[in-house]
């Protein structure tokens, strides 16, 4: 079970990322700002990853 929920995982980060990346391209944000805005989504997205895996695996 563990190893199909991380390859879910990376598989889900990787859009989100590639998702955020689009946002940064299309409103022109700042170089300055865009490490910030990818942080902030991975983690996020790290914590949804983790409290679904954690009611999956006790529920």
């Excluded at 390859?7 to 889900?12: K, P, V």
């Excluded at 944000?29 to 999956?56: A, H």
Aim: glycine share 0%.
């Amino acid at each position: 079970m563990m190893l199909v929920f991380a390859i879910f995982s990376f598989f889900a980060l990787f859009i989100f990322n590639s998702l955020t990346y689009r946002l940064c391209m299309q409103t022109e944000m700042s170089q300055e700002k865009q490490p910030n805005v990818f942080r902030t989504i991975n983690i996020l997205i790290t914590i949804l990853l983790v409290s679904s895996y954690v009611e999956v695996v006790y529920t």
